[in-house]
């Protein structure tokens, strides 16, 4: 099979493109955007690299839930392509360890609009699908908050998991 290379600013700039005329045509249908990107896990051939393995096979069978949250941070970008640099910090974990929020900041999609705000949808539904089937248990994913600001180092959205 032969390899194609396409530079990572032209697949960015086509991503980014489609995102922003579909939210134009399709207002207010983040749901949606959720719900896709749930039903494209089980299409989309993850190539997680040996540590990302490692770490999901280590916390699959694990019965404490705190411990998939806390992990969390860490194998994201491992499937979210677009951003293998954003910053991710745990803003809150409950002490049953059932649900946590996450501050996601550096994304290339909250940059003085919202346009590309169903990139971030369309990753909490895979996020949610990778949960439910890693820890065989219904998972939810909401964004609780976007924040956009002229300076893309103030911009950042809130993710909150519930593990059920």
Do not use: W
């Not at 896709?36 to 916390?59: H, M, N, W």
């Amino acid at each position: 099979m032969e390899k194609r290379y396409i530079p990572f600013e032209t697949a960015i700039s086509y991503y980014k493109a489609l995102l922003s005329k579909i939210k134009k045509h399709f207002p207010d249908t983040e749901e949606i955007a959720k719900k896709i990107g749930r039903e494209a896990v089980k299409d989309i051939k993850f190539t997680f690299g040996p540590s990302i393995y490692k770490q999901l096979k280590s916390i699959k069978d694990h019965p404490i839930s705190r411990i998939h949250l806390e992990s969390f941070k860490s194998y994201y970008s491992a499937y979210d392509i677009f951003q293998p640099n954003i910053d991710i910090s745990i803003l809150k974990i409950d002490p049953e360890g059932k649900k946590a929020t996450y501050r996601f900041k550096n994304s290339v999609f909250l940059e003085n609009s919202d346009e590309f705000i169903y990139h971030l949808y369309i990753m909490c539904g895979i996020s949610e699908g990778i949960l439910n089937r890693v820890l065989k248990t219904e998972v939810s994913c909401e964004i609780e908050q976007i924040f956009i600001s002229d300076n893309k180092e103030d911009s950042f959205f809130d993710l909150k998991i519930k593990i059920k």
